[in-house]
């Protein structure tokens, strides 16, 4: 069993970090349509269908879903192991990709995409040697300063919101509709997330899914609302959104947030992908001892760096990784606890038949 | 563990400060920091002219010398708006920053040709501030840029406020480039933008050379190409239906003498119905009002009230008559009207818009509520 290292509600934070990042940065599919907010619900729920057996085999087992296979069969763990590595590395690259591509359109249009890439990457490489308390209590703060910027753009934007651009309508195309809930579920990377790291917050890790599916739907919906009103059909156009709207407010202080937009999401990428590494380092050092998990942090950061920066950070390369990765996230989150829940049951009985021997 | 944590943090901050010049960068005064641009179209060819922040440049003495305009202008030609300004950019010698452009002037034939094209480079450029303002001048924009107002730090915050103003006092429909960007997503892709007259009679203190600008009515955009110019009476009634104006003053004739009236809280709320095969829109107008001068003693209130829901329903109405009705334009958004109140009729006249515009109607009733006190009692 693994020790607890982190509560359920840095644990929570961490997953709606990360899961918020991929959510903003979604710059493809984008349409003004009431569908979304539909979108937005009906694959929370399918998402809290999927969270189950995790949550089963963490109550279970007190451990994680990873950490039950890896300690029951060393085969299994490797199996496991190397599949969640490569699924996670790439959601890795993706958000990398995005990040860098986001960056420089935007506020940093002159700086070359290699440091946009290979900066956050380091951080994130470092971060995720320190371990994940450290890197908890940091998601905390930036939690923190990410709901202060909502706050922010909501009150400097209040007098700008149009409310006559939502139109009652649940489901306008229904093709689409399915369309866009597979995709929205598709991109939860958050479910290997748990399935490897919940056992760090202990045997109630399965209170970080409740808080963090209602905490992402409700910040998700927010967000796509505050989009909705300042940018009606525009929305379905406007390359970043969010940004966009950053840009329009107006605060004493800051005049336009545009800028502290980029900052706060290279902030969130930089939990996200230190929430990747901390899993590759977790997953290395159940299979191959603690001695491995450092510079598995390390060689995850450098493996990262290499693709993102090969492609220099081309937008094009997370697109295919997220369209790969539609169906497989969702499977592998459904099989990782399936095959912990076999593997845990093969181990007890085989414990009882040594027993009885 | 201190020597470690020393070397690190050393190794940090001199990897700081010795790489910082790694990154190729632009110093500020090697830039040019745009505040507004100007755009015409001649024998198919686009001319920028922009105006930018430099207040050395016409001698003033400190960074921001306020009895200066502060500003320089270039031009330059292209096939394209970007090639223009990249043109004008090589002449002023400088970078272009875009991020602090204050408003665009669209050129009366540019606006006729395409406000698209104008707009595009600002809407492709991250940097440009979705709440700039967009104008069509009366006239070519150029002649509009070469006046350089002594108020305000730069020249353009003159012009701005007398925008802001105007929009305000519900005088004219100040759009920004976002509501400029939203209205190309609309299906008549229609707007009213405000039209800029240049006044050059050598009599105004406003600019040392004499010239000043003013607001001259709008233009009515149609299909993202102006259709041409509308009076200020239209665009006043513009800006009450599309719900901007809070605040706006009318003069009513009462037997023999004219009375000012401070029309205030302005509420304009539109409900589509179809009556028939007639979508007609039933505008509801509520304000409060104020006697800018003293009401005479035997004065009825319920008369002046009465005229002043006149005055607001004549500036409705024939906002509605010149744009919706006779040319099928939607500067008011009615299509969000529609789609908001009624999802399902909207879905059964999306294809047919611009002939239920046309073809519909418009309703009014406006009720104010006039204080008996005056300013003045």
Known sequence: MTKTKISTAQLAVLLAASRLFTEATEFTGRSYSMQHFTVILVSCLILTALYIPLIAASRKYGDSAFGVIASKSRTAGFLCGAVITVILLSAAVSSVCRMTFYTSATVFSEAPTILLAALPLAVCGYAAAKGIQGLARGSVIIAGLFIAFLVFIGISLSGRYDTGWLYPAVIEQPDLFWEQVIRHVGRNSELLVFGVLSGFAGEKADRAAYFYIPAVFLLSELMLLAETLSLGPFLGTAAFPFFTISAMSDIVLFQRLDGIDAVMWTLMLIVRVSVIFVCVKTVFGRIFGEKAANPAAWLSALAAAAVALTVDGNIGLSVIIDRALVLILPAAGLLLPITALIVGRKGKREVKNSEKA | MKKLSFIKMTAVITAAVVCSGCIPHTELNEKAIVLAVAVDY??????????YYSPTGIGGQTPVDNSQPNVLTSSGEGENVYEAMEEASFKCGRKLMSGVIQIIIIGEEAAVNSVDKVTDFAESSFQSRPDMLIAISSGKAEELMKVKFNEGTVSTQKLRFLLDNAQANGLTVLPSALDYYITLETKQQSICLPVLKLIDDGKSDASEDGKTIEIDGGALIKNGRSLGMVSAEVTEGIQLLWGKTTDISVTVQREEEKVSIRLSKVKVKIEPIMEGDTLVFKVGASCRGEYLVAPPHHNNNDEMEQKCGEQLIKLMKTAAEETVLKCGADPINLEKT????????????????????????????????????????
């Open chain 2, 338 to 377: 529609v789609r908001h109140h009624d999802y399902s009729l909207w879905k059964q006249i999306e294809d047919n818009w611009e002939e239920t515009l046309i073809n519909s109607r418009f309703e009014f009733d406006v009720k104010v509520e006039i204080n008996r006190l005056s300013m003045e009692d």
């Open chain 2, 42 to 51: 001649e024998d198919e060819k686009y001319k920028v002219t922009f105006q």
